[in-house]
C-alpha cells in the first residue's frame, strides 16, 4: 500500500492519469495558443511577471522625461538609434526625422536628472548628427530645440566625443589562450573564506559587467549587493538553489531588471538576455581579482517573490533576474568538475542536423 502512495501523496494510477492528461494538454497547447494560455496562466503562475510587466509599460512615458538612477532609457535607445545611422554605408543624407524631435524634448526634459556621461554621450551624438544631416521640417525644428537646450547641458568640452569612430586598435589583450584559461578556472564556487570582500573590488568587476553588450545599450539593470553579514544570511534563504550553502556566503548580489526601458512588451525578455551577458562578465572580472562566485536561479515561484519583495525594496517593475554569491574561495572547499559539451554538440553549422 505504502509503495502505491507517491511523495506527494498521491495514488500511483491517479498519478499517472494526470501524467497522460498532462501530456495531451501540452500537445494540444502546441499547437493552439488558447489551450497554451489557459494551461500555463490559470494558476497564476505568471502573474508577477505581468503585473511587473504591466508596471514597466506604465513607467516606460514618465521615464522618457525624468531619469531615474542618472538613466533615461527611450533616450538611451534613441542616441544609440543615432549613432548606427551615423555609422551607415552609405549614410543618409537625412535620417531619423521619425523620432529626432521626441530625442531633443526627451533630453530637455530629463536632463536635470541625467547622470553627466549619458548628458555627454547625448550631447556628442547630437552635434554630430546635425553636423552631418540635411536640416529640414522635423529635423530643422529638432535642431532649435537642440541648440537652446544645450547650454544647459553637463558636457566636457575637451575630450574625445562620445561618437562614432573606427575601432581601437588593439593593445595587449589576452590571447585566445590566456582567454580560454580564465574561462576555465572559473568554477562555480560554493564554500568560501570567512573574510570581508572589499567594495572596490566589486566595484570594478560591476564596471567590468557594465561593458556587456545590451540591446540598444540601455542596459536596464543593476546589481544590489547585500554584504551586511545579517543581511546577506537572512536574503539567502530566498533562493532554493543554496541549500547546504548559503550560511556562508559572504556576499550576496541581487541583479535587478527593470521592465521601465521597454515600450513594447515584444521586448520582454531583454531584461534577461542583457543581465545574463553581464553577469557572464562580472563573474569572469572577480576571477581575475581573486574572487569567487556562484550564480544562483531565481525561479518564478510566487510565495518566494512576495518574500523577496518584502526584504528587498524593489519598485514594482523590477524584477530578480539571478542572485550571485560571491567570496573569496575556500581553498580547501571542493568543487564539482562539471565537464563541458565538445564543440561537436555544441555548435552546429549552417543546415546541419
Ligand atoms: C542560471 C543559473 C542558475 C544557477 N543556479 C544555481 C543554484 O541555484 N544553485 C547552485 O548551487 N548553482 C547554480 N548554478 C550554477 C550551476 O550549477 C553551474 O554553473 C553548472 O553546474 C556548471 O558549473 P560551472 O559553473 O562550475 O562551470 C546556476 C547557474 C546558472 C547559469
Not at 161 to 175: E, F, G, I, N, Y
Not at 221 to 246: H, I
Amino acid at each position: 500500500m505504502k509503495k502505491l502512495i507517491s511523495r506527494t501523496g498521491m495514488k500511483e494510477p491517479l498519478k499517472a492519469l494526470v501524467s497522460r492528461a498532462r501530456q495531451v494538454v501540452l500537445s494540444r497547447s502546441e499547437t493552439s495558443a488558447a489551450t497554451g494560455r489557459l494551461f500555463f496562466t490559470s494558476g497564476g503562475q505568471f502573474d508577477d511577471e505581468f503585473r511587473a510587466l504591466a508596471s514597466g509599460q506604465a513607467l516606460f512615458p514618465a521615464n522618457a522625461s525624468r531619469g531615474d538612477r542618472g538613466t533615461n532609457y527611450f533616450l538611451r535607445r534613441a542616441i544609440h538609434r543615432l549613432e548606427k545611422g551615423l555609422i551607415m554605408r552609405p549614410r543618409k543624407p537625412s535620417f531619423a526625422a521619425d523620432y529626432i524631435l521626441d530625442t531633443v524634448v526627451s533630453l530637455r526634459d530629463s536632463a536635470p536628472t541625467l547622470n553627466q556621461a549619458e548628458q555627454q554621450w547625448a550631447h556628442d551624438v547630437l552635434v554630430e548628427y546635425f553636423g552631418v544631416v540635411e536640416k529640414r521640417g522635423a529635423i530643422a525644428e529638432a535642431a532649435e530645440i537642440f541648440t537652446a537646450v544645450r547650454p544647459q547641458l553637463a558636457v566636457a568640452g575637451s575630450k574625445t566625443p562620445s561618437v562614432p569612430a573606427t575601432r581601437a586598435k588593439a593593445q595587449s589583450l589576452p590571447s585566445f589562450d590566456e582567454l580560454v584559461s580564465l574561462l576555465q578556472y572559473r568554477k562555480s564556487t560554493r564554500w568560501f573564506k570567512q573574510t570581508t570582500v572589499p567594495r572596490e573590488l566589486l566595484a570594478k568587476a560591476i564596471n567590468a559587467a557594465a561593458l556587456a553588450p545590451t540591446a540598444c545599450n540601455r542596459q536596464a539593470y543593476y546589481y544590489w549587493v547585500f554584504d551586511d553579514p545579517t543581511l546577506t544570511q537572512e536574503l539567502a534563504k530566498l533562493p532554493m538553489g543554496v541549500s547546504g550553502f548559503g550560511h556562508n556566503i559572504p556576499v550576496l548580489i541581487a541583479v535587478v531588471g527593470r521592465y521601465r526601458a521597454y515600450s513594447h512588451v515584444r521586448d520582454r525578455h531583454l531584461i534577461y538576455i542583457d543581465a545574463s551577458l553581464s553577469i557572464m562578465a562580472f563573474v569572469q572580472a572577480l576571477e581575475t581579482l581573486g574572487l569567487a562566485s556562484c550564480t544562483i536561479n531565481w525561479p518564478e515561484i510566487p510565495e518566494r517573490e512576495k518574500r523577496a519583495r518584502d526584504a528587498i525594496p524593489m519598485e514594482s517593475d523590477e524584477r530578480i533576474i539571478m542572485f550571485i554569491a560571491v567570496g573569496y574561495p575556500d581553498d580547501t572547499g571542493l568543487v564539482p568538475h562539471s565537464p563541458k559539451q565538445p564543440e561537436a554538440v555544441f555548435g552546429r553549422f549552417n543546415l546541419e542536423s
